[in-house]
């Protein structure tokens, strides 16, 4: 019985955790790169494998960076947020641009494991606001 209420302790302690929905995309993002990767692994080799993790990191890092920007933002004037989503959008694509730039002078990468990683890490996002 102890154990059951052990249990039932540690599942209330973590629901009152409050963790963003950001932070969820984010963890949701790392976790299908891996999942593709891994199976880009196992379908085609090392090759694919790097090729998968580099198009997941160009997703995820403009990604990080838009949501750090729009944290920061946070209680502040509604004018200085909606600059901040505008400059942290900016810099999203001008992260992603330069991260693709630095991708394509990387030795064999192999572009539909790229793009297959690339488009899963957006997905993540897309499929979050479709389930909300």
Do not use: C
Not at 9 to 36: D, P
Not at 60 to 88: C, D, E, H
């Amino acid at each position: 019985m102890s154990i059951i209420h052990d249990l039932l302790r540690l599942e209330s302690s973590l629901a009152s955790r409050k963790v963003s929905t950001v932070s969820k995309i984010l963890s949701y993002q790392l976790l299908i790169i891996l999942i593709i990767t891994a199976g880009l692994a196992g379908y085609g080799g090392m090759n694919y494998a790097i090729s998968s993790v580099l198009g997941g990191v160009a997703a995820f890092i403009p990604n990080l960076y838009f949501a750090l920007r729009i944290q920061k933002a946070s209680g502040l004037p509604v004018r200085r947020i909606l600059n901040s989503f505008y400059a942290g959008e900016s810099g999203k694509l001008i992260l992603t641009a330069l991260l693709f730039m630095l991708i394509f002078k990387v030795p064999n990468v192999t572009i539909l494991p790229l793009l297959v990683g690339y488009i899963a890490a957006l997905s993540v996002f897309w499929f979050a606001l479709l389930l909300r």
